[in-house]
């Protein structure tokens, strides 16, 4: 086995690290603090290729492949998970969505400008009582023969006033359970979508959450995604690879907060020497920075696996599982290596920190993942 970059992708990976850098951890902090989405560095990050990174070239796309995807998810998420998450959704949600299983008119319509970055797309799933739970899909979508009439809320919903392209999904068969769903793709403008407020969360706050209402919202029949009956298999086949770039998010969350940490044991001193040559922190350093290799390798290969048209539910959980573990174990070991300063705003970790927690819960929760990996190995 190669465990080797290609010069491409190193130059992918440095490209997005530079960004990171100079372009989203200017002003991180005042987003954080003032709930502001990161409206110019999105852009920037479109014209880069990065909103589109694994469409093909002819849709406007990057045509990369997912492990070029997932180190530039791992860079940005170093720095600011805001913004990465931006980019999971537009990739890994709404652009692999349409790209995979959309009409030639989708394609055209939608698709192309998502993915050269001039819009931004939103997937709405999750609803007040249907969250990991697809199957319980309250929202309805009936059928009026050139078009659906739609109805309902969706909730905790990602680019929610700043996405132009909503890919939604509804119940037009509820005697038919999951294969009575379907997905939708629907416009912000159409009359009787309506948007609530923006959430007002313990971390990514710089992301742009909103509750979404539909209210007889018509939705042509052309933007009706796959056959009638498809949506329950559009959203998991979709969420599978959504796995990935959060797990990638959680990895990169990790390691931020532990260069943080090396970078700050090494600077501060403690009995004439710096803390780092104390072995409480030393060992401490170890296990981290041995959780975030083994979490980086679960992520590359689940990567690697959907490069290589390859089965990878079972790789994409385990993934997205660990990683957010280890984001959560190693960001709350920084602020402990910080002591006092990581409490403060200004040293990063304790928002990397506050970050982490959502990993563990969007694009499934552990629960959720556990549940997958056992069906899996149970086979």
């Excluded at 040559?277 to 401490?284: L, N, T």
């Excluded at 957010?324 to 709350?332: C, I, L, N, R």
């Excluded at 990397?352 to 069906?375: F, N, P, W």
């Amino acid at each position: 086995m190669l465990f080797q970059l290609s010069e491409e992708q190193l130059m992918i990976q440095q490209a997005a690290r530079d960004f990171a850098q100079n372009e989203l951890k200017p002003g991180v902090i005042d987003r954080d603090e003032h709930q502001k989405f990161p409206a110019e560095q999105v852009k920037k990050l479109g014209e880069l290729g990065f909103l589109g990174m694994m469409v093909a070239e002819k849709y406007g796309g990057s045509g990369l492949d997912a492990l070029s995807y997932v180190l530039v998810m791992e860079e940005l998420s170093k720095v600011d998970a805001s913004a990465s998450v931006v980019i999971s959704v537009n990739n890994s949600l709404v652009c692999y969505g349409l790209e995979a299983y959309g009409s030639d008119f989708q394609k055209e319509k939608y698709l192309t400008p998502l993915a050269s970055g001039q819009k931004i797309g939103a997937f709405c799933l999750s609803e007040p009582e249907a969250g990991s739970d697809a199957t319980s899909q309250h929202t309805t979508a009936e059928d009026k023969g050139d078009y659906y009439l739609l109805n309902g809320t969706k909730n905790w919903i990602t680019n929610g006033s700043t996405a132009s392209t909503y890919l939604v999904i509804a119940q037009t068969h509820p005697e038919l359970k999951h294969k009575g769903i379907n997905a939708f793709i629907v416009e912000k403008g159409m009359p009787g979508f309506t948007l609530g407020p923006k959430e007002n969360k313990m971390g990514i706050r710089g992301s742009d959450t909103h509750s979404l209402m539909f209210d007889d919202v018509k939705v042509p029949k052309e933007n009706r995604i796959g056959e009638d009956g498809f949506g329950f298999r559009f959203a998991m086949k979709t969420l599978e690879g959504g796995r990935i770039g959060i797990a990638a998010q959680a990895l990169g969350i990790a390691a931020g907060a532990y260069e943080l940490a090396l970078a700050y044991a090494k600077q501060r001193k403690s009995f004439g020497k710096p803390i780092s040559d104390h072995q409480a922190i030393a060992f401490k350093l170890a296990d981290m920075a041995t959780q975030i290799e083994a979490a980086r390798m679960l992520v590359y290969k689940a990567a690697w696996l959907k490069d290589q048209g390859l089965s990878y539910t079972l790789a994409g959980s385990m993934a997205k599982l660990y990683a957010s573990k280890v984001a959560m174990d190693v960001t709350v070991e920084a602020v402990q290596v910080h002591g006092g300063y990581g409490f403060v705003k200004e040293y990063h970790v304790e928002r990397l920190m506050r970050d982490a927690k959502i990993t563990q819960i969007y694009e499934g929760t552990s629960e959720i993942q556990q549940l997958v990996i056992s069906r899996e190995i149970l086979k």
